[in-house]
């Protein structure tokens, strides 16, 4: 530990200029000494208590918020569990009015393959007349249509055949 002497503005690598002057015997000194480290190890041990405080003080302000949180819960657990029941019902309800939905869906789609079918059968029936009539008229349309030409014919050919000399072939109709 080098020392200057405040009078003379040395420095020494001795003890202080007090000490060996000895102004301040030995073992004062060394009680000196004592104190001064007893007071730093009392500084030091003075902040670390506080930093201690404080962390402790955080946990418990961690603690408190903790606890809220956990009555926050315990809160929550403790609703009434006719909530929870009247939750089920009403879905139980809702389930049980799909269903009945479902049962009149399936009877409409039971009636409308029916009335289908019915539709189908008359329209088969109309287009089977349908069908026999358009044929009775296209043959009446072509027995009076063949009936024309033969007239249309016959009535051109027969002069023709009179004057040739063919009087033998008769009119078919």
């Known amino acids: 530990m080098a020392e200057s002497d405040p009078s003379s503005g040395e420095q020494s690598d001795e003890l202080p200029w007090a000490i060996q002057d000895e102004l301040v015997p030995a073992e004062h000194t060394q009680r ?3 104190i001064a480290l007893g007071l730093s190890s009392t ?4 902040t670390t208590m506080s930093w201690a405080l404080s962390e402790i003080e955080d946990a418990i302000n961690n603690t408190d918020d903790i606890i809220t ?4 819960i315990q809160d929550t657990l ?19 009015e799909l269903r009945q939905t479902h049962e009149i869906i399936i009877e409409q789609i039971e009636r409308l393959q029916v ?5 189908r059968g008359a ?3 109309q287009a089977g007349r349908l069908s026999r009539a ?3 008229a296209g043959t009446r349309y072509l027995q009076t249509t063949r009936l024309a030409v033969y ?3 016959w009535s051109s050919v027969a002069p023709v055949i009179e004057r040739v000399g063919m009087a033998d072939v008769q009119d078919p109709t």
């Not at 009434?80 to 089920?88: D, H, L, M, V, Y």
């Open 32 to 34: 000196l000494l004592n």
């Open 43 to 46: 500084q030091h041990l003075n």
């Open 69 to 72: 949180h956990l009555q926050e």
């Open 78 to 96: 403790r609703r009434p569990t006719s909530q929870i029941e009247n939750a089920i019902q009403d879905a139980n309800s809702n389930i049980t």
């Open 115 to 119: 009335a289908i079918s019915q539709v």
């Open 123 to 125: 329209i088969e029936q």
């Open 134 to 136: 358009v044929t009775a």
């Open 151 to 153: 007239e249309v014919f």
